[in-house]
């Protein structure tokens, strides 16, 4: 079975301040892994996203996140905050072809002026 | 750019009553899902549908619950005998192929108040 968990369910920073947001995951397959952000009255779209190779993935916005098979991490961060980025934050996992991706409880994200 | 659609945006019926969500999924996608949203709480998986008939489903996805596709375009969740709890946002997703890692494209999702 998968499950994800996501420490935080806020995190506040101010603009122009480093973003990290945690997540951990379970899996006994290895994983694809993925944050998806949802801002106020809109669906979820996917922001980057962790299958093989490279273990640091580059996603929109400026966000990264590094996958470290030993910690069963997939932290994400931004160095510099901006206003815009104030949104709710999931991180979710599926087992290679799966059909179900299974999604942590978020975690929203205020940005302070 | 191609999306999901999802119809009605909001949704307002009484308890007992039975409900139609409906999705049309980005066209060349074959993996089809329903989430479920209980405001301020997880996004939910409910159920995945692939060549015609559902792959999985959850325990929250009893027998209340039914998918659809009932032609080359819609995807559609019923709902039979709403309940007070059944108040949530619901999310259609879709996804390319086997072949794909796996990114599930959503729609802006049906709100679902039942009184």
């Known amino acids: 079975a998968q499950s994800v968990t996501q420490l935080g369910s806020h995190v506040s920073v101010s603009e122009g301040a480093l973003v990290l947001l945690r997540c951990n995951y379970s899996s006994s397959v290895p994983p694809y892994l993925f944050w998806y952000v949802q801002y106020p009255n809109q669906g979820l779209q996917l922001l980057l996203k962790y299958t093989t190779g490279a273990t640091l993935v580059k996603g929109i916005n400026g966000f990264e996140a590094e996958f470290k098979k030993s910690e069963t991490s997939f932290h994400l961060t931004k160095p510099s905050a901006h206003m815009s980025d104030a949104a709710e934050y999931f991180c979710a996992v599926s087992n290679t072809g799966g059909f179900k991706t299974i999604f942590g409880a978020g975690t929203r994200l205020f940005v302070k002026a | 750019e191609p999306e999901v659609t999802q119809t009605p945006s909001h949704q307002v019926t009484q308890m007992g009553q039975e409900v139609i969500l409906r999705c049309v999924p980005i066209s060349n996608h074959l993996y089809f899902y329903w989430y479920r949203q209980i405001l301020g709480q997880k996004v939910e998986f409910l159920v995945s549908f692939y060549n015609n008939e559902i792959s999985e489903k959850s325990e929250i996805f009893d027998d209340q619950f039914s998918v659809e596709r009932p032609d080359g375009s819609n995807f559609t969740l019923k709902i039979r005998s709403t309940k007070l709890e059944d108040s949530a946002m619901y999310f259609c997703?879709?996804?390319?192929?086997?072949?794909?890692?796996?990114?599930?494209?959503f729609g802006e999702g049906s709100r679902l108040t039942v009184l």
């Open positions: 997703a879709s996804r390319g192929t086997s072949l794909d890692t796996g990114e599930l494209f």
